[in-house]
């Protein structure tokens, strides 16, 4: 399935920056060329997620699992531009899955594994998902028998494939896939050719919230994959064969970019981690000799306030980290560099594509690599390879006029090669997102910095979201199940600062009448009755006798976060 236009398609391949090469194809060379290399490794603590075995893979190894898969699809009538909804933990199986989709132009939507019903149901409609493929349980939580029992309400879904096992309803698609023979495995081979796939086809549907209730599905294509993951190794100078270490969920732009896409690039180990624990992750560096990976700037100055907890890590090999989300301190760029030789680098991205890097080469300066980032537009040269590939700017939200003074605070707009070409199945949030000279509306605001205004520096959102722990929350989502709450008059969903997760998500509630209302309540309202990811969760509970409004009659957040604010403080 095509849904960037011809126009853009072709303008982007003249300028060498889209290509036909499929993201399987380096796939196919690596297992020609490197077979026995070491391609992926699962986390140590499979068995605490999913019950089942940690595996190491070689390319040929894996080559065999993802020519299963596609036969055992192919066998199910699932082909050509179907949906296949992924919800895997970061284990071995998300490449296979997405690797046997790619081949057969099956299109993956992967979403997070706290997803619950709420979530699934949406999703799994507004793509008519023709099958799911889970594990029997992620953790604590029996996904097969979810998904098994949401079934009954999508006439749509035909087939859950779950690993680990099977439960009513569910195919174990361990025991499906040791079925397949020589046979099966050429007939799939056979039918991989056939599906004429191009680089400019859907490879994924993720999902982002903004300010929308509902989350919002960004197709991307073979080659918008391909320039971000090139970004990430261009940002890192990462080298062919590096051994990765991937923290982040493989669902997404973080996790995808650097997980999926410029492990392809490079023909890199990719070692997968998840749940975040640290004591994994920095036994995981130790052991499995990790070149590069990435952590949240708080965990980052942790360890740095506790260096017995990187006693035994080789920092010949590790000298790079990348960190985001949130802004870094100059105190802890600085101090990797001088005490270890690492480079932090420093990321700014969304789902969309509008993505970028403050790498050493470009911003040598730790302080100011800790809080700017480059300024894409033709009067700056940068050592970044892609930086030619997007052009940025500032636009006054209210005025549409571009902001060209340094110190001026603007809306980012962005065009370029890693843009995706618009949110699925949505023409009036498509009408919203891009302006009318067709940039890319971030939703981000940015001040223009540096002495010749060549840096951008983050000042903060426009859109009503909550990062928490980098995963997106819609306040607005959450403050309409909670309207529905019968002891609820008005509601609020703003964030509260958090040095460890980003921000914590507090609900502010005007009660009706007198009614009492308790953090637990509400939380258990939300999980049983709205049946909302468990990472939505209210974390703080504050309750008022009526919420602050303007005169004709809107919501003044700013008061409530500065209430909020001035209590933390006391």
Partial sequence: MILVSEERAKDFKSKGWWGERR????????????????????????????????????????????????????????????????????????????????????????????????????????????????????????????????????????????????????????????????????????????????????????????????????????????????????????????????????????????GFSAWLVLGATMVQHQPFDLDVFLQQIRDEKIAYTVAPPAILNRLLHNEQLLAGIDFKILSRLGSGSAPLSEWMVRTWHERYGVEVINYFGSNEGASFAGTLADIPDPAERAVFFPRFAPQFKWDFAYADQVATRLVDPATEEEITEIGGLGELRVKGAPIFSGYWRSAEQNARAFDAQGWYRTGDLFELAGERGQFFRFMGRLKDIIIRGGMNISAEELEGHLAGHPKVAEVAIVGIPDQIMGERICACIAPRGNEALTLEEVNRFLLNDKQVAIYKQIEHLKIFPALPRNPVGKLLKRELRAQLASEKAA
């Fill in 23 to 258: 993201l399987f194809d380096l796939f196919d060379e690596h297992v020609r060329m490197r077979p026995e290399a070491e391609a992926c490794v699962d986390p140590p603590n499979v068995a605490v997620i999913t019950g089942e075995t940690p595996q190491r893979l070689t390319w040929a190894a894996l080559d065999d699992q993802v020519t299963r898969l596609m036969a055992v699809m192919r066998g199910r009538g699932i082909g050509k531009d179907d949906v296949v909804l992924v919800q895997l933990a970061n284990t071995i199986e998300l490449f296979v899955v997405y690797l046997a989709c790619m081949k057969l132009g099956v299109i993956a939507t992967p979403v997070a594994i706290q997803y619950r019903e709420h979530e699934l149901t949406y999703v799994a409609e507004i793509t008519d998902a023709k099958a799911v493929i889970t594990s029997v349980r992620i953790g604590k939580h029996a996904h097969g028998d979810m998904l098994a029992r949401l079934a009954a309400k999508l006439p749509k879904l035909e087939t859950i494939f779950t690993y680990g096992g099977a439960t009513d309803g569910t195919q174990n698609l361990r025991t499906l896939l040791a079925a397949i023979d020589a046979t099966s495995c050429a007939q799939a081979r056979t039918a991989a050719k056939a599906a004429t796939i191009s680089a400019d086809d859907i490879v994924t549907i993720c999902w982002t919230s903004g300010t929308e209730a509902a989350p919002k599905g960004v197709p991307r294509s073979h080659n918008e994959w391909f320039v971000v993951g090139e970004m990430v190794i261009a940002a890192a100078y990462l080298r062919p064969g590096a051994r990765l270490l991937n923290p982040f969920p493989m669902i997404n732009m973080a996790g995808i970019s650097t």
